[in-house]
């Protein structure tokens, strides 16, 4: 049946990996693989709050057909938030709401890339970004990446042999795996750069807001000029992710052209869901549930950091994020963190090996260990064994 | 900017059909263009209670990400519902749950549909499914089709003219847009012509279970040997649309990949929705829920044809639908649907004129009339103001 399928399945397969992490889902794993946000923290009683008053306040409504542009008070709402926490001043004109920011990729890889366009992205990159687009048969052409974010020299010899690059694809706080922040300085150098070329910039913000330490920095789409950069925004990492409330903010042409994909693709995101956030937003303090996410993975985050500090041998480094789910390690040139994964499943330890984050293959001595779901006494624990597996034992 | 977007892009065009309905969503016209279902029917009360569970009982677990396969539960739920809807067997892992059936067709698009690839369809066929098929750039060939669905004879030319045609799309029961089902001699006709080629057939059953005349017939899934049909299913109409929970089932083989591109798409369907769905098939009587439906729409039903019979001139034919939510009129050769529409709109009416719903173009003399969402009476309205502006008047 195999040549029943479109082309594009060569290249859309099955993660070893994700097959791999199966097993790890019991409870009595250490999981440090998967990248789900802290769920003690969901404000459920709130939640549960607004969709009561959705049913009562709205009836039917809430559950009928809706625009594909998505629920005009929620699209508002997003575009008054924005200039808080991104800089950005779309208007509520210019936001799509979506189902989920994965969602947003898929839209922008069908809006912008034929087969064989160029994506230039950072390196290592997400690797849900890379999954959306490879459906549309991009090449992706990987941009160096050091602690303070994109090289801008990486860049100018990446957009010499590619003057035709379609997208720059970025994260630049937090990023998912590699946990780094782009500093102003390569921000506004990376913009200047792009803006002497017909590309547009993907800027995938779904951590921007769980920054806790270090201070604030405005988003490319802050900083770009008017039509740059298409911005991405979401409700799982801030809110809960079983909602897949998201939104694409970017200029009307974009979104004209956004708006007609998404009709295609699932004519409009859940009315009920919409509606829910909307009213939450009304009356939950999200600042303050925003407060507590940062509180607990600042935590987190600091006993993953000791651990590795102390049970981590000699030759591995690892970043020291400012916010976000992820830290991100380099072992020994030579060491391969998937037969690391291998034992360490064997001892109830589960994280994901950073090879699959580089389109281009290699990287094998890297891993992403995620922070948020776990309590410091796990992290510790699992970050031990891991440890314990990567020093010889002595005869 | 236009040439920074893919070349798809150029297929992909807004409808100007929609943006002249947008006007005509004011309370004062009377709307037979949509194909919302009756609001009136959404079980509110019971929907809130179920969220309220789901709430109380999962918690945050309702909040959280999930896999991309769907809840299990209600993978189940619907596997067990099947064999008495539309006859087909599927195991609970033969059942993926989408984000509306929208979002099953654009999965099937990605699976199957290189550039060029033919897709045989029925002449006319639903608007979405072309618009979710459109983004993949293939080309479709109209079956001829009649009051008992699409036309053997037919289908074998054009599988003569098309030997390496990918997917036969098929809406058997009370088609959007003609309204007509498929009667069972064709249904067993075309599987016995497709058996023989190498292509999948995709079924799309949103409204089989709106039955309000005739006898109910075996779906295409349950007659077709293994593997042969990809069958499309969703509570939009059943239930309500604004949750979006919908489904395909098809084999193990098919299911796999169409799981690898949905979580490209949008990671999964959101997790609340699929739980409230799932625990409302536990305690709402749906069945019932159903039979107030279609009692609802044959009531509707016949006051559009009884309206159509008293108003409409000599030389316009329509369809006579057993269940659904359409009417399909054809006027006399000549007659232009679209002009009709600017007029129909003077007088507070809308329609969707036919043209549409050939992929190929053409047929601008016939036109699709709702009768779920007006009552009989506003049906009644509708149709005498549609038959005046095709009467011409006396000197």
Redesign the interface.
């Known amino acids: ?1 195999e ?7 060569q290249h ?3 993660s070893e990996i994700r097959e791999i992490l199966k097993v790890t889902e019991r409870p009595d794993f250490i999981s440090l693989a ?1 990248g ?2 802290a ?2 923290l ?1 404000p ?2 709130e ?2 709050e607004a ?2 008053r959705c ?2 306040e709205d ?8 625009t594909t542009e998505g629920y005009a008070p929620l699209r508002a709402a997003i575009a008054r938030r924005l200039p808080e926490t991104t800089g950005a001043r779309p208007g509520a004109d210019e936001i799509l709401i979506t ?2 920011s ?2 947003g ?2 839209l922008v890889g ?5 087969e064989g ?1 160029v994506v230039l992205c950072e390196s290592p990159t997400y690797l ?1 970004g890379l ?2 687009f ?3 048969g991009p090449r992706f052409v990987e941009v160096e990446t050091d602690d303070e974010g994109m090289i801008p020299a990486s860049l100018e010899r990446c957009l010499e042999a590619e003057p035709r690059a ?1 997208l720059l694809y970025a994260i630049p706080d937090f990023q998912n795996p590699a946990g780094r922040t782009w500093s102003l300085a390569r921000r506004e150098a990376v913009l200047a750069i792009v803006e002497r070329h ?3 910039v993907i800027e995938d913000c779904p951590y921007g807001e769980l920054r806790f330490s270090g201070s604030p920095l405005p988003s490319l789409m802050a900083l770009a000029g008017p ?1 740059q950069v298409l911005q991405l925004g979401t409700f ?1 990492k801030i809110l ?5 409330v998201a939104w694409i903010a970017a200029n009307r ?1 974009m979104i ?2 956004l708006v ?2 998404k ?11 919409q509606r829910l956030v909307s009213r939450l937003l009304e009356t939950y303090d999200l600042a303050a549930g925003i407060e507590r996410m940062r509180d607990l993975y600042r935590r987190r985050c600091g006993a993953m950091l000791a651990a590795l500090e102390g049970e981590f041998p000699e030759g591995a480094t690892w970043t020291r994020p400012e916010g976000g789910l992820f830290v991100w390690v380099t072992l020994p040139e030579g060491v391969s963190a998937r037969d690391l994964l291998t034992r360490a499943i064997g001892v109830q330890v589960a994280f994901v090996p950073g090879g699959a984050f580089f389109p281009n293959g290699g990287h094998e001595n890297t891993l992403r260990l995620n922070f948020s779901i776990m309590t410091p006494e796990r992290i510790a624990e699992g970050v031990r064994r891991l440890g314990a597996l990567l020093v010889p034992a002595p005869l």
């Open positions: 049946m040549e029943i399928f479109a082309r594009r399945m859309v397969r099955a998967g789900l946000p769920p003690e969901f459920v009683t939640i549960a969709a009561r049913f009562a009836g039917a409504a809430a559950l009928q057909y809706s189902t989920g994965q969602q990729l898929d069908k809006v912008f890339l034929d366009d849900g999954q959306a490879r459906v549309f379609k017909r590309m547009a039509g799982s809960c992710p079983g909602l897949r042409a004209e052209k007609l994909v009709q295609a693709a699932d004519l409009h995101s859940p009315s009920l869901n």
